[in-house]
């Protein structure tokens, strides 16, 4: 991954270059609150049919979402444009979807 110093990424943020693939994984698992479907799927290793099955809108502030509580077996998704060069789309909420492993 290269020189850590070099990175513009917060200390917190930054992981070890012999940190193993595992250890990414569950590193992303723990920073990211948005994924797109492909993504969300992937986090939790189901199908995306499974995902869009669970989704339920949320219409509120994407700030406030952990004020709101998710129906059990759901995950809530918004559309959202999450930064320059991407296109707004549904994203779903990755603490809702990692609930459902527990």
């Known amino acids: 991954m290269g020189n850590n110093k070099s990175t513009n990424f917060p200390t917190k943020w930054r992981i070890s270059p012999a940190a193993s693939p595992t250890a990414y994984n569950v590193f992303m698992k723990e920073q990211m609150l948005w994924a797109s479907l492909s993504g969300a799927a992937e986090l939790i290793d189901v ?3 499974t995902i869009l099955r669970r989704a339920v809108d949320y219409a ?3 700030d406030e979402i952990h004020l709101h509580p998710c129906p059990k077996g759901k995950v809530r ?3 959202l444009k999450l930064g320059e060069g991407t296109r707004q789309d ?3 909420y990755t603490p ?3 609930t459902w492993l527990n």
């Open 96 to 98: 809702d979807l990692l």
């Open 90 to 92: 549904h994203r779903y």
């Open 77 to 79: 998704r918004k559309k």
């Open 47 to 49: 199908s995306v049919d």
């Open 60 to 62: 509120g502030e994407p």
